[in-house]
């Protein structure tokens, strides 16, 4: 940009002065947001859902109770809650109200449908170390999936490169609303992830081009000598700051940046990572360097570590169903999550499909059902942090979503039955207070331009 | 040689349980056959046949009383449109025998061989209430060999014993974007070959003698391949179509109606914009009702209310699982297509009794009448919702195990979860 500054003259410079005035930049050399969010919620009529049974995300459930909401936000729930004057009333009775729910692993528009290589956007599977490539350049909003997920309930989703390489780059935040631009569908506020991956695909993808990683072991490897490297840059920025910033500052390199927010704190690791012994290593590893994994990914050996991870305070994301693609998945268990929840450690029931993020209550209703009938009771209560309030703490948001407290953003379902049950459809969607699905009103679904004009787009799913 | 193998056969297909005489008492009937639901009902099986169904049903005195009261008792699940002992990871290799890439054979390919009763799948999916399967080929392409034809559907028994029940249940065959792909790029050069090629068999079926003299012109495909096609093109075999877009059902159709050929459609995406004359032509659908996104030109139609719609036209339909590891999701799949629009009844059917009779299995199994094998399964609520689950298995009159390799899996380290100050895990 500065190079054509020269040539562009003096109207150009000040509109320069002005935009650079408006990107924070952190302290070290990096902009903060160069890519912001625009999505500001419409502003919305409070509201009043009243009679359904609320689940609230902290692990209560309420019978016969009313949700407010004001100005976006969460207001009050309770039984017997006093509707104030001005509020729309909903008839939640017979119904179930839950928070929002919220995938923490999604490739919804980095693999978007239809599925073509002209938009197949989530592998840079060219070099197992891409930790400077970002999601959200590659996701594509009109994936008609966006619509179905949010059919289903899904109002927040973290959107994860690929698997494929060791470092697959930043992760994004998205709210799941109709936006032309993935920047308008941003998560204001949301944290990036740094998706890892251990096991199988990177091995089978690199070893297969003859090159490193071939093993587990040259997965560690590369692990470990990326760090080193992202090391050396914070060392390397920290003097600059540290003498003064006197000379020419360390010049910027995207994929060391990534790994340096990470080693600084600002970054989540998001650790696709299938077998307990493997996540032992990476524990290790993130020791070894002084960084905290948030969560583990697919995890399906996670139960035989559950301690360990709840001591590590490092989150799950996992299924209730999928087992046995590949030999790191051979152990796969329904009640995956249900232990990593009564070893004291937060569990999430994730989709990684396009399919599944549209039924991750059903998902986590089976996982509850299987760990009910093998001796390991779980609440309703507690089943639904597994697709809300846990998920927005593995990817930073937990102030904000994933709970139906005061405060917290707007983020409600109003579900036709327990959500946990297969019969259960999200009559009612909002996000932010305002209506993203109706599944009585067409106005409110909201076919991508995608869909227009394709035999699909009056269906409402 | 013949004699090992007959001592083999003793062992595998004899067990007392299956002798024994089962009585399921007090539960809610759902026999998805002519007596339709029973509230308080009796299934007493002998010597793994069904001999008795109804409300004022004698047990005999030496019946093994399995008391049912309180919960739904329903015909074992058929999950059409599986691998099932035919796979066990799919990513090694060596454990996938759902397809072959031989050059001579495609027709020929039979799914009743190679089947593997000691699959750690099955134990997982009988866990899901399924019973019996039909265990269906998949292509395996190479660049320089694309054949049109998968192979031979088999149906198969889940009790762990030798599985083959029936080879031959149908022909298997992608059209639509994946057959174009095999036929040189375009679905007209599929339509065409297949003509070409069913011609050819019945040409070949009038002069096999002089085929064996070699006095034939030469045939595209292998005789084996041949051999296997007659009952197709006799309309005896049904040819199970692979195929989603409306103008391609409409194309299979076509095609079936010239060539009097017996069809099933499979998948079928937007069967519902075609479901009048799908239902006109008799030819059932499976199909697997979650799958709603367009995730291919094919497939823009996909919704939730295909199996409501197809229904609703008279369509017989079948509801297929998630594939192999996940086929128990299948009864999950019929609840999501209930939970939009289908009639909760006829989701059911489309698991039991429907898939029985679209591959010539109704006099055997898929409902709970005197005379069928002993499939049933007891359930603690409605068998389509995520919210239930079986509480017994019985498959030709036998209780199965309800364990698979994942509950020990649980099973062992369930104790350091429960109790972590007991010590470490494993």
Not at chain 1, 164 to 177: I, M, Y
Not at chain 1, 416 to 423: H, K
């Amino acid at each position: 940009m500065a190079s054509t500054i020269k040539h562009l003259g003096g109207t150009c410079i000040a509109l320069i002065s002005l935009a650079i005035a408006g990107v924070a930049f952190a302290a070290h050399g990096a902009p903060d947001d160069p890519f912001p969010a625009t999505y500001h919620p419409a502003r919305s009529a409070p509201l009043a859902i009243v009679g359904a049974t609320v689940l609230t995300g902290t692990g209560a459930e309420m019978a016969d109770a009313t949700l407010l909401i004001a100005d976006g936000k969460i207001e009050a729930v309770g039984a017997s809650l006093p509707v104030p004057e001005g509020y729309a009333r909903v008839d939640g009775r017979g119904k179930w109200v839950t928070p929002g729910i919220i995938d923490a692993h999604s490739h919804l528009g980095v693999y978007p449908s239809p599925a073509t290589p002209s938009h197949e956007d989530g592998n840079e599977a060219v070099s197992p170390n891409t930790a400077e490539v970002w999601a959200e350049h590659s996701v594509w909003p009109q994936d008609p999936k966006f619509r179905l997920a949010r059919a289903g309930g899904v109002t927040s989703l973290m959107i994860l490169p690929g698997s494929a390489n060791l470092f697959g780059g930043r992760s994004v935040t998205l709210k799941n609303v109709p936006s032309v631009t993935a920047q308008g569908m941003k998560f204001p506020g949301a944290p990036y992830g740094l998706k890892i991956a251990c096991g199988e695909n990177p091995k089978r993808v690199y070893g297969s081009k003859g090159r490193s990683p071939a093993t587990r072991m040259g997965n560690v490897a590369g692990y470990r000598k990326a760090w080193i490297d992202a090391a050396d840059y914070v060392r390397r920025q920290d003097k600059w700051e540290a003498g003064a910033k006197a000379g020419d500052p360390p010049k910027r390199d995207l994929q060391l940046e990534t790994l340096a927010g990470v080693l600084r704190g600002e970054i989540l690791v998001q650790n696709h990572c299938y077998r307990a012994d493997e996540m032992a290593v990476m524990i290790d590893v993130a020791r070894e360097f002084g960084f905290k994994i948030r969560t583990f990914h697919h995890a399906n050996e996670a139960f035989k570590i559950a301690p360990l991870l709840a001591k590590e305070d490092i989150c799950v994301a996992t299924w209730g169903n999928s087992w046995g693609a590949k030999m790191e998945s051979l152990d796969g268990i329904e009640e995956n999550a249900p232990m990593i929840d009564a070893a004291g450690g937060c569990a999430i029931i994730h989709s990684d499909d396009g399919l599944l993020i549209q039924r991750l209550n059903q998902e986590a209703g089976i996982a509850m059902t299987a760990a009910n009938h093998a001796g390991l009771p779980v609440s309703r209560g507690e089943a639904i942090k597994w697709i809300t309030a846990n998920p927005a703490k593995a990817m930073g948001i937990a102030d904000k979503v994933g709970t139906l407290e005061p405060g917290k953003m707007a983020d409600v379902v109003l579900w036709s039955a327990n959500p946990f049950s297969v019969y259960a459809l999200a009559d009612r969607v909002w996000v932010d207070g305002v209506v993203q699905w109706d599944r009585a009103d067409p106005r409110y679904q909201s076919p991508s331009d995608f869909v227009l004009g394709q035999p699909g787009q009056g269906f409402v799913r | 040689m013949i004699r090992a193998v007959a001592i083999v056969l003793a062992l595998t297909f004899t067990t007392p349980a299956a002798a024994q005489t089962v009585a399921i008492t007090g539960g809610r009937v759902v026999t998805m056959g002519p007596a339709g639901e029973i509230e308080r009902g009796t299934v007493v099986i002998t010597g793994g046949r069904i001999v008795a169904v109804g409300a004022d049903v004698a047990v005999p005195p030496s019946a093994k009383i399995v008391d049912a009261t309180g919960k739904i008792v329903t015909p074992g699940l058929v999950a059409a449109g599986t691998a099932l002992g035919l796979i066990e990871v799919r990513a090694v290799e060596t454990t996938d025998d759902r397809a072959t890439d031989a050059s001579d054979v495609s027709a020929a390919f039979d799914a009743g061989y190679g089947l593997n009763p000691d699959s750690l799948l099955i134990p997982v999916a009988r866990l899901g209430g399924i019973t019996r399967a039909i265990t269906t080929p998949a292509y395996k392409d190479r660049s320089d060999r694309e054949l049109l034809f998968a192979g031979q559907a088999a149906a198969v028994v889940l009790d762990g014993r030798a599985m083959l029940m029936k080879r031959g249940v149908a022909m298997v065959l992608d059209m639509g974007d994946a057959g174009a792909e095999r036929a040189g790029g375009a679905r007209a050069a599929e339509l065409v070959a297949l003509r070409a090629l069913f011609a050819e068999v019945r040409d070949y079926r009038a002069r096999r003698a002089a085929y064996d003299r070699g006095e034939t012109r030469d045939y595209t495909l292998s005789r084996a391949d041949m051999d296997a096609l007659i009952p197709v093109v006799e309309g005896r075999m049904p040819l199970l179509v692979s195929v989603n877009r409306a103008a391609d059902i409409r194309d299979a159709l076509a095609l079936g109606r010239e060539e009097g050929l017996k069809l099933i459609l499979e998948s079928a995406s937007e069967g519902w914009r075609v479901a009048d004359e799908i239902a006109a032509a008799g030819v059932p659908v499976l199909l697997t009702p979650v799958e709603n996104t367009p995730a291919s030109f094919e497939m823009l139609g996909a919704t939730l209310t295909n199996a409501a719609r197809l229904a609703a036209a008279g369509v017989t339909i079948a509801i297929e699982g998630n594939d192999n590891h996940r086929e128990r999701e299948m009864r999950y799949n019929a609840g999501n297509a209930a939970a939009n629009g289908l009639d909760r009844q006829a989701a059911l059917a489309a698991i039991t009794i429907n898939p029985a009779r679209i591959f010539g299995l109704a006099d055997r199994i898929g409902s709970l009448e005197a005379g069928k094998e002993g499939d049933v399964v007891i359930w603690d609520g409605d068998p389509l919702d995520t919210l239930a689950r079986p509480t017994a298995v019985f498959i030709r009159g036998a209780a199965q195990p309800m364990t698979s390799r994942a509950t020990e899996l649980r099973d062992r380290y369930l104790p350091a979860v429960l109790h972590p100050s007991n010590g470490e895990t494993p």
